[in-house]
């Protein structure tokens, strides 16, 4: 079963039954992009580009993962190196684990993990901050305010991954970028129209 207002979109945004997806999904039709809630697996793996969102607890959502039958389709689209964006817990995903749910793993896609955000500073960070660009990218855009809601943060054992960084009790990952995958730890579909820029920034360039 599916929703969505085109069954030919080439944005699937994977429906795998937590929190923010209606509002992921509907930021993009704001923006004019064609894109599809799903939890079909078919569909997810003929997009042309694919988006995991994710809020809440990293265990929960990797079980939910498992659990919709959605996972083999989401490595699917990861292992044909298609355009994949990832939201929130759905960047941390990404990662082998975390230290909030140490006996669950991750995607494993990219190496490394998730750790605590430092103690003397106040979790979750729940603020805007401003994005500091660390490589060149045409999606991102170095000083662009973003929404962040997290007490954890992805430690890549591959700096060279890191996209972006925000300054809270020092630097904090916030999005990463390796070839195929573009992953925010803010909230695009949170952060007004900066975040409404970068997703159809994003579904144009991909």
Partial sequence: ???GSDSSAPVAVVDYGIGNLHSAHKAFLRVGVPAR???DPGE???ASAVVLPGVGNFGACMRALRASGLLNSVLSVLDAQRPFLGI???MQMLFEGSEESPDEPGLGVLEGRVEPLASHVKRPQMQWNRLSVTSADEVLVDGDWMYFVHSLAA????RTVIAAE???GGPVVAAVRSGNILATQFHPEKSGSAGLELL???AEIR
């Fill in 1 to 3: 079963m599916s929703s």
């Fill in 37 to 39: 809630l799903t939890n």
């Fill in 44 to 46: 997810v793996e003929a």
């Fill in 88 to 90: 929130c817990v759905g």
């Fill in 155 to 158: 430690r890549p054992t591959d």
């Fill in 166 to 168: 925000v300054d809270y």
């Fill in 200 to 202: 159809r920034r994003w």
